[in-house]
Structures are given as C-alpha cells and as structure tokens.
C-alpha cells in the first residue's frame, strides 16, 4: 500500500480537480490518501495581489477553518467527507455565499451546525498553521495547491505541486497519471514539469 498526503484548500477549484483524480487512482492503484488542510490566506500574507484576490483570500478563511474545527471534535476521519461536501457546494454547485455552502456541507455529512461558528474565529489558526507548514515547507513557497506528498526513490516523501489536470482523468487513466507521478517523484533532481493552463476547472 502506497501512502500519500494530499493538502488542499477547499476554495480551490484545482485543488479540488487533483482531489477527484486522486479518489479514482485509490480505485485502481494499491493507494492510499491521507487528507489535510493547507490555506491559501495563509500562503498569500504579506504578498502584493489585485484587491479582488485580497477579498477572496478574506472568504478562504472560512471553510478551511471550519474543516479543521471538524477535525478537532471528530477526529482526521472526518476530513474527506467534509471537503467532499465544501466542494460540491463552492465549485459544483457554484454557492458563491460561503456561509451557506458551510452551511449546507456540515448538513450534509451530518455534522453539527455549531462548527460553522470556527468560519470566523481565530481559535484554531495555530492547529490551521501547523497543517499548513506540514504540507507546504517541503514543495516550498512559490507555489499553491494542491500538494502531495508521495514516495521517492528510497521511499522518503517528495513534496510536489500538482498535479493540475481539468477534467479529473478516470478509470485507468487516473492510474496511468499516478504512475507518470511516481516515475518523476523516483528520479533524483526532478523539480518541474508545466505548460500554460488553456482551459477552466470541468467539474463532471
């Protein structure tokens, strides 16, 4: 069994792209997901950005303080199931009031409607950090989410951003990009691999 560590925010329609691949690769690899919150305010402290990601940033406090909340009183395993549910709402139901997808997806996995009250508390931005750094530190700051963390050449977790896919490949084409992924994660001094986005996220 191939561990893995995925970090997303749930306000990120690629993040949640990468998280639909990674659901069809444990289908058809010998693979297994650990999920975790990264933040996307968190990343973009202190950076110059146009006024209207500044107001998003604003927005993306809320649902991943809210998974994190979730995490404290339920414990990881709740982790999947909520973002599953934040994300249908932000990115397939395109909810653009975020209370109200909270809202919803805390319903919708049967959690208590008193966790939507962490969306805009502080309380637990020192856990939120903690799981942030984890994810992010080893890919480094120039890039966003998602990450994953997968086995190298000698089994020791390499950090990667990506992959940034639309839509989510199936079936085994999800194993086939799984495995493009192990084959440059197992060669020493990869680093990148990128062309320019030329279509949006496709959420089917």
């Known amino acids: 069994?191939?561990?893995?560590?995925?970090?997303?925010?749930?306000m990120c329609p690629w993040a949640w792209m990468t998280s639909r691949w990674m659901l069809e690769v444990e289908q058809v690899r010998d693979v297994e997901?650990?999920?975790?919150?990264?933040?996307?305010?968190?990343?973009?402290?202190?950076?110059?950005?146009?006024?209207?990601y500044r107001d998003f940033l604003v927005q993306a406090w809320k649902p991943v303080r809210v998974v994190v909340a979730a995490q404290q009183s339920r414990?990881?395993?709740?982790?999947?199931?909520?973002y599953t549910?934040?994300?249908e709402q932000i990115h397939v139901e395109g909810t653009r009031d975020i209370d109200e997808a909270?809202?919803?997806?805390?319903?919708?996995?049967?959690?208590?409607?008193?966790?939507?009250?962490?969306?805009?508390s502080d309380a637990l931005d020192e856990v939120l950090r903690a799981s942030h750094h984890r994810g992010m530190d080893p890919v480094g700051q120039d890039v966003g989410t998602p990450v994953i963390h997968v086995p190298g050449e000698d089994g020791?977790?390499?950090?990667?951003?990506?992959?940034?896919?639309?839509?989510?490949?199936?079936?085994?084409a999800a194993?086939?990009?799984w495995d493009g992924v192990l084959a440059v994660a197992g060669t020493p001094g990869f680093f990148e691999l990128k062309r320019s986005r030329d279509v949006e996220?496709?959420?089917d």
Do not use: C, Y
């Open 85 to 87: 549910a934040l994300g």
């Open 201 to 203: 996220p496709i959420f």
């Open 175 to 177: 194993g086939r990009l």
């Open 156 to 172: 020791s977790p390499i950090a990667f951003f990506g992959p940034v896919v639309s839509p989510a490949p199936k079936g085994d």
């Open 75 to 82: 414990g990881p395993g709740v982790t999947l199931d909520l």
């Open 33 to 52: 997901v650990q999920w975790h919150v990264m933040s996307l305010a968190v990343l973009n402290e202190g950076r110059e950005m146009p006024e209207e």
């Open 1 to 10: 069994m191939t561990k893995v560590d995925f970090w997303f925010d749930p």
């Open 102 to 120: 909270i809202a919803k997806a805390l319903a919708g996995v049967g959690l208590p409607a008193e966790l939507a009250q962490a969306a805009d």
